[in-house]
């Protein structure tokens, strides 16, 4: 039996693949990759897909070094607009009009290393009065927090925590200095003992290998991550990260394609960058895709929902609500 077809078969029979088996899997034909990863998707999760907006919900001055990130104080970029934790009406009219577009997730995601306690208190407030007036689920991106500050914001309506480990452990500390790998991990422990879902993937592009991505597509199958955004680098000028070379869509079907036969059941998401691809992620959504972030970035523009939905139905997908 091919070698694909005896990782599928694994999979089918309630087996994690190893490292081993994720590394050999990148390295044959991608056609043949992505049509059984493709056909792991449907017999795991069937149609189903999930479609998550963000909003910027604190803008600018991060005290973090991340290095591809334009909102970081370290780097002198385009983005210069910085504002404080936008107030309750501006997050209630955004969470309005995704879900009248059909939206299932909603994401406030804020710049700096963490919010603060009284912050957390101001966001909880409004995340509140969201549950009240929409049914959207909520989902939160606030960096490094504790169980303490989970339990309030679950209290509030959040349903889950973004944290990205970004690459494997190995790559992090390439990345960004200003925090580590192990305390993502710990934000990630944190959100899940309180009962949070957890979303959490990284950014492809950034100077990793292939044994960093599977590696860290592995720590999120340890940590029982079930909602992957695998994020594509657009290069911003001003950061360290300005002249890196752009995946090409062959590459990023193949990075899609190995962590479906990683994490099989997972919500595999395509997120930032997608719109540098010139299929807008097409060929994803049929190498093991079944999420993505829609609309807007935070600091990029993205695809609008509309013509995600209108892909997605071309497809066959049946967009959760």
Known sequence: MHFIEQCKEKIYNGEDITRQEAITLAKEPLEELATAADEIRKYMCGNRFDM?????????????????????????????????????????????QNENQGVLRYSIVTSGKRLNDQEIAQVCDSISVIRRHT???????????????????????????????????????????????????????AAKSTGLSVCSGGIMGLGETMEDRIDMALDLRRLGVKSIPVNLLNPIMGTPYEKNRILTEKEFCRIIAVFRFIIPDGDIRLAGGRWLLKDKGERCFQSGANAAISGDMLTTAGITVASDKKMLEKLEFSILK
């Open 52 to 96: 998550c907006t963000i909003i910027n919900g604190k803008c600018g001055k991060c005290s973090e070094d991340c290095k591809y990130c334009a909102q970081s104080v370290h780097y002198s970029t385009s983005c210069q607009e910085s504002y404080p934790l936008l107030q309750t009406e501006e997050l209630l009219a955004g969470a309005k």
């Open 135 to 189: 049914n959207i689920q909520i989902c939160v991106s606030f960096g490094l927090l504790n169980e303490k500050q989970f339990t309030k914001l679950k209290e509030a309506g959040v349903s889950r925590v973004h944290c990205n480990l970004e690459s494997s452990k190995r790559y992090f500390p390439k990345i960004c200095t200003t925090h580590t790998y192990e305390e993502k991990i710990a934000v990630i422990n």
